[in-house]
């Protein structure tokens, strides 16, 4: 297919969600009760549903078409950028946590704190905007992050000039991941232009990061510097502890990157791993990163109640999570047999417990191969067993796998699918169904531990 075909099939997509999101986005007004049907029966509600079916649809075709046939980075940037633009002007689609971070940032320049008190305690002007479900519970995100929301709220007051800065921030973290992201890639032996394409022109990016102003746009974008910073001067202290910074700030907007630093304290070893080499060396990367979330807590005046806010998180049930999933599916099983069990809190706990352990093999066999692939599988893992998921988490993964995996089609599978499971309005998909969701989400978990366990009883079959 003529690379062009592509380029201005997706530039199409990205227009026609830019129209679907004008006609029924997450706009400011928030319907009395929102489902999967509120926003059918809008006054446009068919012809949105349909402009974001087919605009999502032709983003995900061209995506899919040329992942592993991108002429060259250069092609790939200018592309991603064009189908970018429609969509910066357009109203938010698919989240209406823009309009959290402004009441968030409201409440901190009002003197408020974040971490102990929801968005409805001040009155925030814009709380009407903002789902249900989030009103009343505590920001889930770093302290450098309230600092960026206080500074939007207290340059204007204009709902319309937020959202634009809260996109433009957005918009820098995407252009920081453009900048870096190639370090990553040739340090692995990736193709630059196809790690590029898989990590920036993915549907995610352009409607969740961009479109949707996500914070986890600068933190992506943060965390692939830091990493850059770190494979580009291993063993010299000044690099690494910029490096650990960067990565620092990251974890300062949302705690979840905290996971990738053992993996950069890895990354910073010149030659073999040694123990005293890692303290060396490594030291100075979480030592950086470790300083820039104290400076970042202490500049924002707050303390780490950012962290206990994230329990709240779990409010939102959806099958999405393959943990919850699995919770639901049990108790669906036991009505069967005239039992009813809550099995939801045990599953979700199980998936943290195997988490845990699965970071720690990850890291450990880091050691002795590429820590920069394990980090991009930590990641990956840590979105899989979370409690709760969303599709723009799958972004977190996305980049890094993008610069340095050698098989692409398990990934890039999951960022197609996961990119239908919202609606323009914000409306998630996987809350609404749990049935058949969950039954099946639960198989597919079964099939990949049977893959898994098939897969290492082979691998240990060779090296026997």
């Known amino acids: ?114 971490y102990t008190q929801g968005v409805s305690a001040l009155p925030c002007p814009w709380l009407d905007s903002i789902s249900l479900i989030w009103r009343d519970t505590p920001a889930p995100y770093g302290p450098f992050f309230v600092l960026i929301s206080g500074g939007v709220v207290e340059a204007t007051d204009s709902l319309t000039l937020i959202i634009a800065a809260f996109r433009l921030i957005a918009l820098a973290g995407v252009v920081l991941t453009a900048w870096c992201l190639p370090v990553l890639a040739r340090h692995a032996g990736v193709p630059v232009q196809r790690a590029l394409w898989l990590g920036l022109a993915s549907p995610l990016v352009g409607v969740h990061l961009v479109s949707g102003a996500h914070n986890d746009a600068l933190m992506i974008g943060l965390l692939v510097a830091g990493l850059a910073v770190i494979v580009s001067r291993p063993g010299r202290p000044g690099p690494l502890l910029a490096g650990g910074a960067l990565l620092g700030l990251a974890v300062a907007i949302k705690v979840t990157a905290l996971v990738v630093v053992p993996f950069a304290a890895l990354l910073a070893v010149v030659g073999a791993y040694r123990l005293k080499a890692l303290a060396r060396d490594g030291g100075w990367v979480v030592g950086g990163a470790a300083g820039a979330v104290v400076a970042a807590t202490l500049a924002a005046g707050l303390d780490f109640g950012w962290v206990a806010g994230l329990s709240r998180s779990g409010d939102a049930i959806a099958w999405s999570s393959p943990p919850t999933a699995v919770g639901q599916t049990i108790g669906y099983l036991a009505v069967l047999g005239g039992w009813h069990i809550d099995a939801l809190p045990a599953a979700r706990a199980t998936g943290v417990a195997v988490l845990a352990v699965l970071l720690v093999w990850l890291w450990w066999r880091s050691r002795h191969r590429d820590p920069l692939h394990g980090a991009a599988l930590a990641l990956a893992a840590t979105v899989a067993l979370a409690p709760v998921f969303h599709p723009w988490y799958a972004t977190w993964p996305l980049v890094l796998l993008a610069a340095t995996a050698l098989h692409t089609r398990w990934f890039t599978v999951t960022a197609l699918v996961v990119s239908f499971m919202v609606l323009p309005d914000g409306t998630g998909l996987p809350r609404y169904t749990k049935m058949p969701g969950a039954p099946l989400m639960t198989l597919i978990v079964i099939a990949v531990v049977v893959h898994l366990v098939r897969s290492a009883r082979r691998t240990g079959q060779r090296n026997g």
């Open 1 to 114: 297919m003529p690379h062009h075909l592509a380029r201005y099939g997706g530039l199409l997509g990205s227009t026609l969600l830019a129209v679907a999101a004008v006609l029924g986005g997450a706009l400011p007004e928030l319907p009395p009760k929102v489902t999967p049907v509120s926003i059918w029966q809008g006054e446009h509600g068919p012809l949105t549903i349909a402009l974001w079916l087919a605009g999502t649809a032709l983003l995900a075709w061209a995506w899919w078409t040329l992942r592993d046939r991108v002429p060259s980075a250069r092609w790939a940037l200018v592309t991603a950028g064009l189908w970018l633009v429609p969509l910066l002007v357009a109203p938010p689609l698919g989240s209406r946590d823009v309009y959290a971070y402004a009441c968030q940032g409201a409440t901190w320049a009002a003197g408020g704190d974040p």
